[in-house]
């Protein structure tokens, strides 16, 4: 049959309210996580990081959170701004290899 | 900086005929990479080099794809022949020091095969 494409899950928020999206990864060894936002038409950019010895790390607006034990990293955006409305991606990286592995995305929806 | 740059921003091509991706990294950065997005497979690392020398091509999907490095300011990724299945937005990356800072993505290249 007809193959499907790859459904993104989507996260709808009202403008100026919060957002988190989750990203559970799945390699224990990974010392090193990305998040990145894509906009429409344009390439992944860096947001925000953290490495594994961290659990919380704060930029402008947007803080992401690390939890070892369960596997899960989060990505919290204070008062979201229609600019927000974009894909985000959750990466992480493997001591030794110079590569990333990206997630499958969450799409975020800001209502005006 | 102009960041990464990625030509052409779109390309279309008929089964069958070869098509020539093209990357300038940002100046100083030293590792490059080559990665396609569907919708089917997300995002997928092709190929990465580092001081233009092809490191990990396991992602490659075939014979078809090369991808080559012949100095620090120009990479290219080609297909021969090309085939509907290819149709995909190809991005270049690069970054200083591999992983560690995050990479900067160019536009990418919207190819469509027909």
């Known amino acids: 049959g007809e193959s499907v494409g790859l459904h993104l899950p989507t996260l709808s928020v009202q403008e100026g309210d919060n957002s988190i999206i989750n990203c559970a990864y799945s390699?224990?060894?990974?010392?090193?996580f990305i998040w990145y936002k894509q906009e429409s038409g344009k390439g992944p950019q860096f947001i925000i990081d953290?490495?594994?010895?961290?659990d919380k790390r704060q930029g402008q607006r947007v803080t992401v959170l690390l939890n070892k034990t369960v596997k899960h990293l989060s990505l919290q955006i204070a008062a979201t701004q229609p600019g927000d409305s974009a894909v985000y991606f959750c990466?992480?990286?493997?001591?030794?290899?110079?590569?990333?592995?990206f997630g499958t995305g969450t799409k975020l929806q800001v209502i005006p | 900086d102009a960041g990464v740059i990625q030509s052409p921003r779109h390309e279309v091509t008929e089964m069958g005929q070869e098509v020539t991706l093209r990357c300038k990294p940002i100046?100083?950065?030293?590792?490059l990479f080559w990665y396609r997005q569907t919708m089917m497979r997300g995002l997928e690392l092709l190929i990465y080099?580092?001081?233009?020398?092809?490191?990990?091509d396991s992602g490659m999907p075939e014979d078809r794809f090369s991808a080559k490095m012949p100095n620090a300011s120009f990479s290219t990724l080609k297909i021969q022949p090309s085939e509907p299945r290819d149709s995909a937005v190809y991005f270049c990356?690069?970054?200083?020091?591999?992983?560690?800072?995050?990479?900067?993505f160019g536009s990418g290249t919207r190819l469509t095969v027909v």
């Open positions: 990356a690069s970054s200083l020091v591999g992983a560690a800072y995050g990479y900067t």
């Open positions: 390699n224990s060894a990974s010392d090193y």
């Open positions: 953290i490495r594994s010895n961290m």
């Open positions: 990466a992480d990286h493997s001591g030794g290899y110079q590569k990333v592995t």
């Open positions: 100046s100083g950065h030293d590792y």
């Open positions: 080099f580092n001081n233009n020398v092809p490191i990990d």
